[in-house]
């Protein structure tokens, strides 16, 4: 099956504990992005990559790292998290940085930061 | 930079009732545009999008957008809504000439009520 798929779904941490999200997606895209889903904003993108080794900041990238290493693995990288980064995570691939056929999701990372 | 206004935060029908969802956009350039739905906890999944062509798009559910680009609009509609639409909906841009960082509105929440 076709899937982007997230980890872990619910995160609890403490501010300045470095943590990853993972993302990993089975289609062959060349184009993943990572967004922040808040109450009354939408989503937000974080960060993207058009491929291997080339990623580019987004809207909100302040606090967050990236690496594209592999082309199915984009993790999400939070060097020292803060309360502000309380959010809804979505990781999302496509075809091309278009939209190609639309957007595939992953299932969301919940994270809080205490 | 482009911007996408939902103008329709909050949206309650009953069952049968006939939908439109606005979204108006800004950018001067040419645009790929898509509707996303969000049922509740679930991660966003693409209803329908537009590249170019006949202006007027079908999606998946009995969906319909229509692009109206002297408008600026792509404004989502479905003829008889059921409890099961219940979601949120987000209007999305990609502008197709320079960043390709997409934009996504601040979304709409529609409550079907049986």
């Known amino acids: 099956e076709a899937q982007v798929t997230q980890n872990p779904r619910y995160l609890i941490t403490v501010t300045g504990k470095k943590l990853t999200v993972t993302c990993s997606q089975n289609?062959?895209?060349?184009?993943m992005s990572w967004y922040r889903q808040d109450p009354g904003l939408g989503l937000r993108q974080i960060y993207y990559?058009?491929?291997?080794?080339?990623?580019d900041k987004g809207d909100v990238p302040e606090g967050y790292k990236v690496s594209r290493k592999e082309k199915r693995n984009f993790p999400l990288i939070l060097e020292s998290p803060s309360p502000n980064q309380t959010s809804l995570y979505f990781c999302?691939?496509?075809?091309?940085?278009?939209?190609?056929?639309?957007?595939?999701f992953g299932s969301g990372t919940r994270l809080t930061v205490v | 930079a482009q911007s996408v206004s939902q103008h329709n935060h909050h949206v309650i029908l009953s069952e049968a009732a006939s939908l439109e969802l606005g979204c108006n956009y800004s950018y001067g350039g040419t645009v790929n545009l898509f509707w996303y739905v969000q049922y509740p906890g679930q991660h966003l999944q693409l209803l329908l999008k537009?590249?170019?062509?006949?202006?007027l798009v079908k999606g998946i559910k009995g969906f319909e957008a229509e692009f109206i680009k002297s408008k600026f609009s792509f404004n989502l509609r479905k003829p008889s809504v059921q409890w099961s639409d219940t979601a949120e909906y987000f209007c999305?841009?990609?502008?197709?000439?320079?960043?390709?960082?997409?934009?996504f509105g601040r979304g709409t929440s529609l409550i079907v009520h049986p």
């Open positions: 999305a841009v990609i502008p197709t000439g320079g960043s390709y960082i997409p934009t």
């Open positions: 289609m062959n895209h060349e184009y």
């Open positions: 990559s058009m491929n291997v080794e080339v990623t």
């Open positions: 537009y590249f170019s062509g006949d202006p």
């Open positions: 999302a691939s496509s075809l091309s940085r278009g939209g190609g056929y639309g957007y595939t």
